[in-house]
Structures are given as C-alpha cells and as structure tokens.
C-alpha cells in the first residue's frame, strides 16, 4: 500500500520569505529520510532542506527563485506502508547486560 506524504518547509529559525536557490531532486528520484531536497537561502546563511519521510517524488511544488516559509508545500512523495510504518514507530531501547559489561579490576599495590 502506498501513502502520498506532503513535505514541507521546516523551522527556518525566524527567517521568512526565504529564496529556493537549487532543487536536488526531480520526479521520479527516491529519497531517503535525511537526504537534502532544496538549497534555501535568507540574508544570513543558506541551508539544505531534508526529507522527513522516504520514498519516490512524485510532484515538485516550488522552483527556483521561489520564496517559501515554514510550513509551505515542497513537494510530494509516495511512501510504502513498510517506511511509514517504520517512521512512526518507536525504537526499541537498547538492553544492556551485567554479563556484557567488563568488570573493573584493581591492580595490585606494590607500597
């Protein structure tokens, strides 16, 4: 089962009305959650806006020269049931075992 996943502009720290100065990706690529879909740039610093979720593009909603801010539509993506599944549900901790950990040993005195 498919499920079709709007991303959108993150926090940009404050800043608004922010230019799009490169698209990284077309229709059709895969994204994995992390990978850098659009250069933004502000008066101060230019940043890489990532993927929150995985899978296939299937439309592109801004262009460059665009200005966008927190919460716009970037694009759309076709996600499997096993990634939304996989990013919605909780990590297990991690066990860690008294028989795994090494015991301190102290060396002997020579007083």
């Known amino acids: 089962m498919t499920n079709s996943v709007e991303i959108k502009v993150p926090d940009l720290?404050?800043?608004s009305d922010v230019e799009i100065i490169d698209l990284l990706v077309t229709v059709g690529d895969s994204v994995e959650i992390e990978d850098s879909l659009i250069t933004v740039e502000s008066d101060k610093a230019s940043m890489d806006v990532p993927a929150s979720d995985s899978g296939t593009i299937t439309a592109i909603s801004v262009a460059v020269g665009d200005s966008v801010n927190e919460g716009d539509v970037i694009l759309t993506i076709?996600?499997?049931a096993a990634s939304a599944d996989t990013q919605s549900a909780p990590k297990p901790a991690a066990k860690t075992?008294?028989?795994?950990?090494p015991k301190a040993t102290q060396a002997p005195s020579t007083a």
């Open 97 to 101: 075992s008294k028989a795994a950990a």
């Open 13 to 15: 720290g404050g800043a």
């Open 78 to 80: 076709e996600t499997t």
